[in-house]
Structure formats: C-alpha cells, structure tokens
C-alpha cells in the first residue's frame, strides 16, 4: 500500500499487487510479471502549482527487460476552475520504443492493452468533453502528456477527432466544427491551443458557411509563442496572452441563400455571453452570378457578419467591402472601385458590424463606382440584386454621371472634363442575362462643359442592349426597389444610342444670351482623331430651330441637324423650313440654315455617323439664319412676290432688340410682275406692331407699250407710324426712314439725292416719249380681283425722240395700268419750245391719254394721304390741250407770231 511506481520521471503513487500472470503476445504466452495498482494517483506539478491531477486509478503495468508499460483508470481533479474534463480518463505508460498490443489473463477478467509506441507516459481521455469555458466546450479524444518548457513543467495536450460549436444562444444558429486535431498546451494558469477541422453553419435556406477552420484559444493569461512543444510537435503560430482567447478561422464559403456566394479568410467569435457570433473575414471572395457568363465578382473584401437569437429563426446581419469585376459574354461592359455587400435580416439598424439600416435588402452595394460601358464610363452609386426566379441579375444606380468628350486624363474617371457632352444626377437600370449579354438604361440631367456660348438642357439617356429581345424595365425586374429607381423605358434589341428626346441646344451671343434655340430628338456620337483628341457630333433629323426677338420668332422646322464640339469650339448647321410666329405681316419659305462657328477656322467636313455621311461647312465666327431664293410673303400686298437670299440677324434698337432680314439678289414683283425690281438689296425689320423694310434696286415693268428704267425704292410700313431707325448689320449702318401709314410704295432716288450718285436716272417711255422725273408708285386690287399700279409724278422732264433734249418740263401728273393697258393725266406748267426758226410759249399744257377700251373714272389717294384723280374715255385716246399759246415762226428773218388755245 501507498507505494511508488517511477516511469519516465513521472510518479505514480497507490496500493500495488506484484504476480506473475500469463501473457498472451502474437499467440504466444508467456510468464509476466504484472503489478495490479488500485487508489493510483498521478501528479504533475510545476512547482507548487498542480497542473493535471489523476486519481482513484485502476489498472496493471508489465514489467519488461526493455521498461515498463501497462494503463489504468481514473477521474482527474484540477485547480483550474476554467478547464472541467468531463468522463473518466486513463493513464497510458510505455517505455518501450514500439507500440504495445497485449493480453492479460488476470484474476479479474482478461485485460487488453493497446498504447502507442514509447517512450511515454500520458493521460488519455477519449470521446470526452473538454470544458474551455461556459460557452466553449469541445468534445474529442485528448493525451495530456508532462513536458519542459524553458525550465518550466507544463503538460502538452493532442486532440484528435474534436467536435464544437460556437452558438448564438438557444435558438440561435451555431458553428460546428468537426473532426479537428491539434495540439494544446496546459500551464499553470490555464490552457492554450489551436485545433483544426472542418467547420459548418446554416440557417434554413437563408445562410450557410463551410469550410476549413483554425481554432486557436487561450484563458492562461500567458502568450504562447509559435515554435512552443507540445506533445511531438509545435504551437505553429504565436496565441496572444488575452484572457479567455478564442478565435475561429479559415478558409471557408460563406453563402446568402441564393444571393451571392463569399469566399475567403474567416474569423468566428462568440459574444454577449454565447448569445451572438461576430464573423471578420479579409482577402473575401465573392460572385452575384446568373451563369459564368454573367457574374459580378467582389475580390479582396473585407466582411462583418453578426448571427443572434431570436424567437424563431436566428438572425443575422452581414456587410462586406471589396473590389468589384463584372462578367458578360463580351469584354465592353466593365467595373472598378468600392463595392460593398449588405444584408440585414433583423427588425433593427445594425452598427457594431457597419451602418446597415433595419431590414436591409440583399444586395451587393458598390459606392462610387466606376462602370465601363460601350458608351461611356459611368460614376455612381449602384445597387446589385440577383432575381432568381428569372435567373438573371438586376442593377439600377442612382445620383450616376457620365461624360463623352475630352478630359484632362482619361484614364482617371475623376478628371475635370475639358469639352463635351455629361449627365449629372442620373438614373440607371441594367440586368444580365445568364447568357451574359445585357441591357442598361440610364437618363439624367443634360450639361455642356468647357463650351462657350452654347448651352444644352434637357434629360440625356443612353441605352445599350445586346440580348436578343426587346427590354422593359419594370419594378418586377428587382427583389424590392423604389419605383422612383425605375425607368419606363423600352429597349430594342440591339438599341446603342446616347442623346435625349424634346433636347434644347441653345446657341448664346457673347453676352451669354440665348441667340437660337434648337430643340428635338438629338444623338450624341464620339469620335478620337488621328492626333488623339477627342470630337463629340450630333446628327439629327426633324429638330426645330428658332430666334425669338420681341415677340416674334423665326421658326425652322423639319431640320436636318448636324453638331462639331471640339477643343476649340463649336460648329453648328441646320437646315429647315421657315416660319414666323408673332408676326402677321409677314411669312417665309423655302429652306432656311442656322449657322454658329465659334472654333475659329472655317468648318469643311465630312463627318461619318451612325445615321450616314454628313457635310458640315460653315465659315468662322458665324452666327446666323440665312437662305436662298426665299419667298417672303407681305400681308394684304396681294400680287407682290418679294424673293430674295436673306441673312437673319438679331440688332440693336436702343436699349432693346429687333429681328433683321437683310435681303441680297432679291426681286420684286407688284401687282402680278406689273413693275418689278430686280438685282435688289434691303432690310426687313420685324417690329410688334409690323414690319418696316427698306428695299432698293432696278425697275422694270411690263405694261403694254411702257417701259421703266432706273434706280428705285420699294418702303414697306405696316406699322402705321412714322418709322426712323438706323442699324449696324454686318458691320454697315443701314437706315429705314418711313413716313405714317400702312403701305408698300415704290420711288426712284430722287434728283441730287446723295443714294443717287451711281444711279440710272429713272424715265418711263410710252410711244417714244420719254417723262424723266420722280415716280411714286403704289399697288391695289379691284373688286374684280385685277392688280392695278398707280403712280404720282412730278418734277418731270418729256423728251420726244431719242436725242435725250427736253422738250417739256416740270410735268405732274397721275398714271395708272394693268396688263391690259395703261391711262393718265399729266400737267406742265407755263414752258418754251425752241426748235429750229420756231418757237413755242404756253402757259399750261394737260395731256390725257388712255390705251385701255374702258372708260376710267377714278379718284383714290396713296396711303401717305396724297389725293388723286384721273377721268380718261375709253380708248384708245389721246388729247392735249394748250392754253395760251404763241408760237413764233421765223423765216428769212422775218418772224411770224400766232397766239391763242390748242386742242387736239
């Protein structure tokens, strides 16, 4: 009794029985001698602090020429209030160097031996629960083996086969580990370790992980360095000395339903007293896929991830950040930058993991991002969903940007534009397909950069769509969206455009005023020249044009648009039909081109779109509206036809701003071609009240038997009121000086007026005679609908002939005609008539003439109030009347006078 057995330095102490028993060995028996130990204690101290302390041990150790080896029972007690080893163990002893498998016929039963090979002497405690705390248990085969440390007795523990779990409370969901093995280290203060296995976790359908994991744990208080022995082998990584210690970790799978799948380095732990397990992961993994060929991929993200109890499912909130790829069948849709993932299954915000707000949806979260399309490259925040009923993945962005142009370095997508075409604050949608093509949308706020005096508004959209079928997005695209996110916009297959609908480009004069409004369906295109800057163009069709100047607006519609933005500017045409609104005097037709060049060269292109070739020509520092061979149409001037190359440009009128239609190689036609003038120049003013124009040119007519010539005026005033402005057009001062009254009245320059320096002086000729002398004419239409032109002369001189002499002067009178023929009344004032040995003195002479087979019997006066009256037979008929006559004949020098009235 209370004897002493040394093994191995170690001491086993208790009541010892020594026989010589039979052994049985590989079928052979043998005389042993076998010592049968009861009450047997092993101790292992470090110092005065008990370590492992084994007792009411029972069992049989052989004693061998080679040593010593046998096992016994037992129940360990230790001091260590954190480690509670629950189930019996036993005390394994052999000194020899191979393993042991022996049988002994003992008085008590047959015993079987079984330990490894020596020299050892350990305590085994298999299928048995290892208590490293109250939340931590670990169940398993454990050796605990006495060893040195740097002069210190600890005891090395091998764990083989464990089993554990962290939980998050009752109901809670839990980390199982499962056929872990490792080393463990047991001090005087407590123990230490790390095991490995294979971990899993699920919650229903809605969350699993699995994967290989590390547990490491330490309650010593000590720091276990990497390299420290335990048993055959070494602790691989340094534990740190924290208190209660315990760290999961590992190369695991982490999957969220059928949202996204997460790969990557895992750390588990347990908190609140086992109610909560917090999960760290780095160097993350991740795909929201509908195929391989439409996949969004997260790479080097960093992951939180809390599981709890609740009453019913356990619940868990997760977010990850990382680097975020996508996938298609095609290279030209691409992502770089932030992209986080979050999900929240609880009815409350969570923040110990990150600011994810209650009950946040399943989707992947990308923050600034950076989306690489066939378009453009968008900037954004984007929101990623996998809608696995239709099994494709759902997008949409909001507060997105996007910009076509040249910026100061474009490989940096937070470089300043220098020119061209954004989108701010834009919207978008996109989904891909599992066969990896896709469809996106996006519209937003239009913007001009680094664009002088050009402006654009309205909602640009691009839209891209390369699957086989049309696309709709619909709030049923997406697992639970905003239908603010949603954009009603149908995509055709094969759609690859960027522009908007109902678009203003607004051409500004260098006051930054709007000079032209364009407005329509516009496209914009990009292009990179040989030099590699970059040119953005539109090519439209159908887009309306207009200049709006005090009411009234010059209109051109149905225009053929094409657009140059480039590093120095602009160049703009479009051309189109006219019209005048606000304006009843007047209306235009033909085809009418706006025109703006702000890049300082002359624009000669040919610029290839997507809708075909354009020609783009336009001359430096342009901007205006011009036309060819235009109709302009004067209200109640029936029978004028007024056509002219015009030139539209906005002018200063004091303070304020009037339309000017300057006219070059204009005709016009009175009263159905009656008098024309051709080779013609003149200004239009648009006013609120009408029009005031002042138009110059030659004069021609083709009333029967009548001809004109000269130099002459044509003013238009429908104002009604006296007219007196002068302008700067084109560099030039033109002046428009009209008397009161609403007319159109054409007269030649007057004698000695400057405007007729280099001017044909103006005459009619009628039957070879010729009046010389200034002419006022006015047009009008008569009941019967036939133009008739009437005219007031006077200062006129008569010449018979074609020696040019006059032969009377200071003739007035009042003429009118039409195609069918022409009447008058013309009156001369007291006169001489030389010719050769005769000579003629009058005091008046009245002609009347009329080629018409009517009778005329008119009074009417021109609009500026001048009364006139003209009473002629019908014709064809002549009569002159000369009163107080003398004429004077010489012959031989002898006169001979006669006097008195002459009528003929």
């Keep these: 009794d209370d004897a002493y057995l040394n093994v191995e330095g170690q001491q086993l102490s208790g009541d010892f029985i020594v026989e010589v028993i039979l052994q049985t060995v590989e079928g052979n028996t043998l005389n042993k001698v076998v010592a049968r130990a009861s009450n047997l204690e092993l101790l292992i101290t470090n110092g005065d602090a008990t370590l492992l302390n084994v007792v009411d041990g029972f069992g049989y150790f052989v004693f061998d020429q080679e040593g010593v080896y046998g096992s016994s029972s037992g129940t360990v007690n230790s001091n260590l209030s954190s480690l509670t080893l629950a189930g019996d163990v036993s005390i394994e002893v052999n000194q020899l160097s191979e393993a042991v498998e022996v049988s002994l016929d003992t008085d008590d039963a047959p015993t079987q031996i079984s330990l490894p090979a020596g020299p050892i002497i350990r305590v085994a405690a298999e299928n048995t629960s290892l208590n490293f705390s109250d939340n931590i248990s670990l169940q398993g085969d454990f050796y605990f083996q006495r060893q040195e440390n740097a002069g210190n007795t600890t005891i090395g523990i091998e764990a083989i086969g464990v089993s554990t779990s962290i939980s998050a409370g009752d109901n809670g969901a839990s980390l199982d580990i499962s056929n872990a093995n490792g080393q ?71 999957q969220i339903g059928t949202f996204i799948t997460l790969n990557g380095n895992f750390g588990f732990e347990s908190l609140d007293d086992g109610n909560l397990i917090s999960v760290n992961a780095t160097n993350v993994n991740a ?32 977010a990850a950040v990382g680097n975020i790829e996508i996938h298609t069948s095609s290279d030209d849709l691409n992502a770089s930058g932030t992209v986080s993932v979050r999900v929240n299954t609880t009815a409350n915000s969570v923040t110990s993991v990150a600011d994810i707000s209650e009950s946040e949806l399943e989707e992947v979260h990308a923050s600034n991002l950076v989306l ?95 699957t086989s079928q049309d696309v709709q997005f619909t709030v049923n695209d997406f697992n639970d969206i905003d239908a603010e996110h949603v954009l009603n916009h149908q995509l055709v297959s094969g759609a690859h455009r960027f522009g908007g609908d109902n678009l203003t480009l607004s051409i500004l004069d260098n006051s930054g005023t709007e000079y032209i409004a364009i407005s329509g369906d516009l496209t914009f295109e990009e292009s990179t020249l040989p030099s590699g800057n970059k040119e953005v163009f539109v090519a439209a069709e159908n887009v309306t044009a207009a200049m709006t100047v005090d009411g009234a607006t010059i209109e051109v519609s149905d225009s053929n648009l094409t657009l140059l933005i480039g ?78 190359d015009i030139l539209i440009e906005r002018v200063s009128q004091g303070e304020s701003t009037r339309t000017a239609i300057v006219l070059s190689e204009m005709s016009l036609d009175i009263a159905d071609g009656l008098v024309s003038i051709s080779d013609g120049e003149g200004v239009i003013i648009l006013e609120s009240a009408g029009i005031a124009a002042t138009l110059s040119g030659t004069v021609v007519t083709t009333i029967p038997g009548v001809a004109m010539n000269g130099q002459v005026v044509a003013d238009i005033n429908r104002t009604g009121a006296a007219y007196d402005h002068d302008y700067t057009i084109d560099g030039n001062v033109v002046s428009i000086d009209l008397e009161e009254g609403k007319y159109t009245r054409i007269r030649n320059i ?148 006669v006097g008195g009235n002459l009528y003929i």
């Excluded at 360095?225 to 740190?240: C, E, K, R």
């Excluded at 896929?289 to 499912?313: E, Q």
């Excluded at 008539?833 to 005091?843: F, Y």
């Design 372 to 466: 690489n399309t066939p378009i453009a490259q968008l900037m954004g925040d984007f929101y990623f969903q996998k809608e696995s009923t239709k099994n494709q993945i759902a997008a949409y962005g909001t507060g997105i940007e996007f910009f076509v142009g040249e910026a100061d370095d474009n490989s940096d997508h937070d470089s300043d534009p220098q020119y061209g075409v954004g989108v701010t604050d834009a919207t978008l949608n996109l989904l891909l397909k599992a066969d990896g093509t896709y469809a996106y949308a996006i519209s937003g706020s239009a913007e001009l950069y680094g664009i002088d005096q050009l402006s654009l508004s309205g909602d640009l959209f691009a839209e891209h769509n390369t």
């Design 287 to 318: 795909q929201l896929s509908a195929s391989d060929l439409a996949t969004v991929a997260i790479s080097d993200a960093d992951l939180s991830l809390l599981i709890r109890d609740s009453d019913t499912l356990p619940e868990f909130a997760l």
């Design 184 to 254: 463990m280290i047991l001090v005087d203060s407590g123990m230490a370790g790390t095991i490995s296995g294979y971990a899993s976790l699920e919650i229903e359908s809605e969350l699993s992980v699995a994967g290989e994991v590390s547990i490491t744990f330490n309650n010593s208080g000590e720091a276990i360095a990497a390299g420290t022995a335990v048993v055959n082998s070494t602790i691989a990584n340094d534990i740190p000395a924290d208190e209660n210690y315990f760290k999961a970790e590992g190369a695991l799978q982490l």
């Design 567 to 644: 590093e120095t500017g602009y160049a703009v045409s479009a051309t189109g039909t006219p019209t005048i609104i606000g304006e009843d005097n007047l209306q235009l037709s033909g085809t009418i081109t706006v025109e703006a060049n702000t890049t300082g060269v002359n624009v000669n292109r040919t610029i290839e779109t997507s809708s075909g070739t354009r020609e783009l020509s336009v001359a430096r520092d342009t901007r205006r509206l011009i036309g060819d061979d235009i109709h302009i149409a004067i209200a109640d001037s029936s029978g004028i036809d007024l056509q002219s």
């Design 750 to 897: 007057p004698t000695g007026d400057g405007e007729a320096e280099d001017s044909t002086p103006f005459n009619i000729s009628i039957a070879g005679i010729t009046l010389e002398g200034d002419f006022t004419f006015e047009h009008y239409e008569d009941a019967q609908g036939q133009y008739w032109v009437k005219a007031a002369v006077a200062n006129a001189e008569l010449t018979i002939g074609s020696n040019n002499e006059a032969v009377l002067s200071d003739i007035s009178g009042t003429l009118m005609g039409s195609t069918q023929g022409i009447a008058g009344s013309l009156n001369v004032g007291s006169s001489t008539i030389t010719i050769p040995n005769l000579a003629i003195a009058s005091s008046t002479i009245g002609v009347r003439f009329n080629t018409l087979d009517v009778e005329v019997d008119e009074s009417f006066s021109f609009e500026d109030g001048q009364a006139l009256s003209l009473q002629v037979p019908a014709g064809p008929y002549v009569q002159a009347a000369v009163e107080d006559i003398t004429a004077t004949l010489t012959v031989d020098g002898t006169g001979f006078a």
